[in-house]
């Protein structure tokens, strides 16, 4: 996580998404949390079906999460407000 904030307050991008996260529940919000940044995350499923996304966007954004169907297991949406 050192080298990806180190990276993050370099390039300073709106919105970043991880794949292969291989988080689960027993990994924090904290653990993961990147100032300035709104952190959306979908967990490996318990089933091992899938391993995990994140998703940060700049908190000024103001991003809202959504919960659409998909074929995908793992995938985030959200709304990005005016």
């Known amino acids: 996580m050192d080298l990806l904030r180190a990276t993050i307050c370099s390039l300073d991008p ?3 998404g991880i794949t292969e996260s291989w988080c689960t529940s027993a990994v924090t919000d904290d653990e993961l949390t990147i100032s300035d940044y709104e952190l959306l995350r979908t967990d490996r499923n318990a089933d091992n ?3 995990g996304v994140l998703l940060y966007v700049k908190s000024s954004l103001k991003p ?5 169907p998909s074929a995908f297991v793992d995938h ?3 709304q990005i407000q005016d």
Not at 64 to 68: E, N, P, R, T, W
């Open 14 to 16: 709106d919105i970043i």
């Open 49 to 51: 079906k899938g391993v």
């Open 64 to 68: 809202i999460a959504y919960q659409l």
């Open 76 to 78: 985030i949406f959200c």
